[in-house]
Structures are given as C-alpha cells and as structure tokens.
C-alpha cells in the first residue's frame, strides 16, 4: 500500500517526465514561443492580411498548436485583427489605448478581444477568407475550449503537479504579450520609423520574445508586409522562421514593405522619380524628419539666445516638428507656431514639409501637374540656404 501512495506521490510531484527544474523552464520557454510564432506567422501575416501563403503541413501544425495553447478561432482573431487596422484609434477599435486607455489593454487586453468576437457584424464583415473545412467547424470552432483542456492533462502528465503552473503560464503567454504589450505598448509607447496615421511604435528592435510583432509600427505602416523589420538593426525571428520555410517550399511570401532604390541625381524630376516619391514616402518623410533634426540642433541654441526659451518648452517644441502636421492640436500649433517666429529656418522647413505631403494627397490633380509641383519644390528646397533641405532636396532626386 505504502509503495502504491509513494508512486502517486512521486507522480503528482514529477509527472512522467521527472524533469528538472530547469528541464520545466526550458520546456515552457519553447513551447510559448512555438505558440507566439503561430500567432504571428499563421494567425496574423497569413490570415488576417495575407501576406503569405502555408504549406497544408505548417498550416495544419499551427491551426492544431493554437487549437492546444489558446483555443482562438482562426476566423474571429483575423476579423477582429483586420477591424483594428481598419478603425485604428477610434472608437470603434476594438482594442486602441488611445480611445480606452493604456491600463484597459494592457490588462483587460483578452477580454477586449473575445467582447469583440462576439460582435457578428465584424465577423461577417472582415472574417472572409479564413479556413472553413470539416476541421475548423467540427473541432477548433465548436470545441474550441477543449484544446486547451487536453493541453491541461498533457502539462499534468508530463510534469505532475507543476505541469498546471505551465499550462497557466502558456494560457496568458498571449493575453498578456499580444494582446497586453502589442496592442497596448506597441500603441503608446516606443520608437517610431515611419510617420504613420495611427500612433503605432517600434517597442525594441530585435524581435525575438514576441515573434517580431515589438516592430509594430513598421507593421502598421505597411501591412500586408510579410516582414515585420526595415532598419539594418532590427531583427524579426518571425521573418527568419517564414523564410526557412520558403527554402523547403512551406511558404509562399506575396508581398513585402518596398525599398528605396535610388539612381544618379536628375536635375529635372521626372514621371518615374515622381512615382518612386510616392511608392517611398514612408522613406522620404522619415528622411525628412531626420532632416528636420538636424536644423533643430543647429538652430537650438539660437533660439535660446533669441526669445530664451526654457528646455522644457523647446523639447516639447522638437517633438511637435517631427509629427505629422495634420495631427497637431489646436494648443500644439500655437505652441509651435510661436517658436517658428523666431527661426526662418524652422518655419521654413516645416511649411515645405506640408507642402511636400501634398503631393501624393492630391487626388485631382494630373501626374504632369504633380511632377512639375515635384521640381518646384526641389528648385527652392536648394535656393532656400538651409543646407539640411538642400541635401534632403538633392537626395529626393535620386529615387528610382
């Protein structure tokens, strides 16, 4: 009797596994991560914007793991993920901090999801396209609660009693990664690369621990990119997993973000770099606003010596120069306006930073228009005597 309870014993305490601590570490440090790859290549870049297609095997294999780790509804997580893009920081997205408060994602970010799965208008509407076989709607649809049951048991088995605090750990990986970091963090704080119109950021460069969603205002920026990084230093694992699986043909990349290519400086802009201008404007803004930076520090000190300024007002003054105009405040204009009075420099490059983005805003106007706007702007960009525009200017003529 005494070695039928220690055998029960030593299997609630050790599963079948007898593994080590570190054994049991390493095992869910792997396993999240397989989960956090699935999200990010079959759920997110696959699904909800097609910018890959799946072999059956890997789709079959990440349909069954998310079915285990999340229970997540491939057609509901793409609606509602393609619904965010679509309604990015209103009121009807369905998960923005910028609408609901940093607090509310960052900790409620699941629930906000599965509030919105319910709402069969967004289903319908952006829940096309998904898979719809005998195994979606007989197993990971209608029993969608029960992968993460049989998970549950093969964590216990596995692991005794200590297997439960690795299965609860793989149950919040997600809601607190994704749904937590990406949709709250990655909408409030952090770098940005591009001027996008929501207010998306970069949380770290080196994409590792959440599949390189942290690069998450690149994404917004361009989504239907199947790779997340655009800088030299920034590293996207999700994108080096979907191209091994390119080499063995499991994968099937349809579109990435453009790059910029350039060619020798033209002195009459023309119909292919007017085109190259606005394929790149992502690029040609972020240059503009490095651009911009470097006015500020040569003319800083100016200021301070001009209208004396305090720090804190020209830090702030600095961070308005480098939004998108157009998403200024009515305060935040003033604000800037009256530090622009003071600096031809400034004021200058920010007015042709306006008029630059017209270009590519203007619907009713001919392309022949829109190239001879183009040289116009070059033309006195380069006769402005601001050599940081001037650069810029002759640089703008090089896009091919």
């Known amino acids: 009797m005494s070695t039928f309870i220690d055998t029960v014993v030593d299997f609630l305490s050790n599963g079948f596994t007898r593994a080590t601590g570190w054994q049991v570490f390493?095992?869910?440090m792997v396993v999240t991560h397989i989960t956090i790859a699935s999200v990010t290549i079959f759920l997110h870049r696959c699904q909800a914007h097609r910018a890959l297609d799946l072999h059956a095997i890997p789709s079959h294999f990440f349909r069954f793991?998310?079915?285990?780790?999340t229970g997540q509804v491939t057609k509901e997580w793409a609606a509602v993920h393609r619904k965010h893009h679509a309604k990015?920081?209103?009121?009807?997205?369905?998960?923005?901090?910028?609408?609901?408060?940093?607090k509310k994602v960052l900790t409620e970010g699941a629930e906000l999801y599965r509030i919105e799965s319910k709402n069969l208008e967004t289903i319908q509407k952006y829940g096309h396209g998904t898979p719809d076989d005998w195994m979606e709607r007989n197993v990971y649809t209608r029993f969608s609660w029960q992968g993460v049951a049989l998970m549950l048991i093969i964590d216990f088995l596995l692991f005794g009693v200590v297997g439960v605090t690795v299965w609860a750990v793989q149950m919040m990986w997600i809601p607190v990664t994704a749904a937590g970091i990406i949709n709250g963090i990655g909408h409030y704080w952090g770098y940005r690369n591009y001027d996008c119109v929501d207010a998306s950021t970069n949380i770290f460069p080196i994409g590792i621990l959440i599949g390189g969603e942290e690069l998450h205002n690149n994404h917004h920026t361009f989504g239907t990119s199947a790779k997340?990084?655009?800088k030299w230093y920034e590293f996207d694992i999700g994108w080096m997993y979907i191209r091994c699986m390119e080499t063995i043909g499991w994968a099937k990349v349809k579109k990435v973000a453009p790059e910029p290519k350039f060619a020798e400086l033209k002195s009459v802009i023309d119909m292919e770099t007017l085109q190259a201008v606005i394929t790149h404007r992502y690029d040609v803004m972020a240059k503009y606003t490095k651009s911009l930076r470097r006015t500020w520090r040569d003319e800083v000190a100016s200021l301070r010596e001009k209208a004396q300024f305090e720090a804190a007002r020209l830090k702030l003054t600095k961070k308005l120069l480098q939004r998108e105009p157009t998403k200024l405040e009515a305060p935040q204009k003033q604000q800037l306006s009256e530090v622009l009075a003071h600096s031809a420099a400034l004021k200058t490059m920010h007015e042709m930073r306006v008029e630059l983005g017209l270009i590519w805003e203007r619907s009713t106007v001919s392309r022949e228009q829109l190239v001879q706007q183009l040289q116009d702007w070059c033309t006195r960009a380069e006769a402005s005597g601001i050599q940081t525009l001037h650069d810029f200017s002759r640089r703008l003529r090089t896009y091919a």
């Open 26 to 28: 390493i095992f869910t």
């Open 88 to 102: 990015c920081e209103t009121e009807e997205d369905p998960h923005s901090p910028q609408t609901r408060g940093i």
């Open 228 to 230: 997340l990084s655009s």
């Open 65 to 69: 793991w998310l079915w285990l780790t």
